[in-house]
């Protein structure tokens, strides 16, 4: 065998396949090289643009919330004029807040009640099919609260149970500032999932919401039995 290698060490094209062999393997050196170096670039490349979606999804659904929290304000008004009314008709009432819930498609009803959950009026063309939320979160939450801010519920299933909504309300108080109720809203989860929906995700991607308190709120692609579930161990919530 060492005579082997001494002959082709002695033969004159010895040089010539040692610097062949070098070469190839530099070319292949280089070419994993670059072959790493494209592939973290577009690992790179993926996370910056689903940040961007993340941060334009944020901002449309931070929108979507004011929105709703300037129709709650646009109700409340009505509210005010009817109290200020000594012959307010309640008809009238519940078709200006009809008028109202047809000015963003992510509403389901929105209307108020009095201090002890009971409702009084609604945007519903219907009777309402809970004629009283006392026990929801979002009527809780503002009744043993003392602040006047936006309060955005858990997802709550419809009373036929093949919907998911979230509540959202503002506290209402009386002169004295004692609790008089809230005014309050149903938001139809499929709003969300519409827009993310509209989005490429790639193979086995997904978009989900989820409530400050884990609760996923939408998802992309659906997945009704996963809505409600608490996800507060999840990663990104941890993370964000």
Not at 2 to 11: I, V, Y
Not at 38 to 49: E, F, G, M, P
Not at 64 to 89: H, M, N, W, Y
Not at 98 to 117: E, K, N, P, Y
Request: glycine share 8%; net charge neutral; no cysteine.
């Amino acid at each position: 065998m060492q005579g082997l290698f001494r002959r082709l060490a002695q033969s004159p094209g010895s040089p010539l396949a040692a610097f062949g062999l070098l070469f190839s393997l530099a070319t292949i050196v280089l070419f994993l090289t670059d072959l790493q170096t494209r592939y973290w670039d577009r690992i790179a490349a993926v996370k910056k643009d689903a940040q961007s979606f993340a941060n334009i999804l944020a901002e449309h659904t931070a929108l979507t919330f004011e929105d709703i929290d300037r129709a709650l304000g646009e109700a409340t008004e009505i509210r005010k004029r009817q109290l200020s009314a000594r012959d307010a008709d309640p008809a009238a009432v519940n078709a200006a807040l009809r008028q109202l819930q047809r000015s963003s498609s992510v509403f389901v009803g929105i209307g108020w009640t009095d201090a002890s959950g009971e409702v009084l009026a609604h945007s519903l063309g219907h009777t309402p099919p809970r004629h009283n939320i006392s026990g929801m979160s979002h009527f809780v939450a503002q009744r043993d609260g003392t602040g006047d801010q936006l309060i955005i519920a858990p997802p709550f299933r419809s009373t036929t149970g093949d919907k998911w909504f979230t509540g959202v309300s503002r506290r209402l108080s009386n002169p004295d500032g004692s609790f008089a109720g809230v005014v309050t809203a149903a938001i139809d989860q499929s709003h969300f999932t519409q827009l993310y929906r509209s989005i490429d995700l790639g193979r086995g991607g997904s978009v989900f919401l989820l409530h400050r308190e884990g609760l996923l709120l939408a998802r992309e692609p659906e997945q009704n039995d996963a809505i409600g579930k608490l996800l507060a161990d999840a990663p990104p919530l941890a993370r964000y």
